[in-house]
């Protein structure tokens, strides 16, 4: 168990580190667009990313409260 809370671990970082900004030239200290992301629809490789993130977020809790 604890190998594979290791391997998750570690997944969930490459991951989290793969991910590109949510930031698209609105700058939000100088009082840019506030419906920034109103309009933004993941496709493709994002939305994979995005379920990938979470289902590997799910395990890694699992994992936690197992090896608890």
Do not use: P
Request: aromatic residues 8%; neutral net charge.
């Amino acid at each position: 168990m604890t190998i594979a809370l290791i391997i998750v671990s570690i997944l969930l970082i490459a991951i989290v580190l793969l991910q590109g900004g949510a930031d698209e030239g609105g700058n939000i200290i100088s009082g840019g667009n506030s419906d920034l992301f109103a309009n933004r629809k993941e496709r493709g490789g994002e939305l994979f990313m995005t379920r990938f993130t979470f289902v590997l977020g799910v395990a890694f809790m699992i994992l936690c409260a197992i090896i608890k």
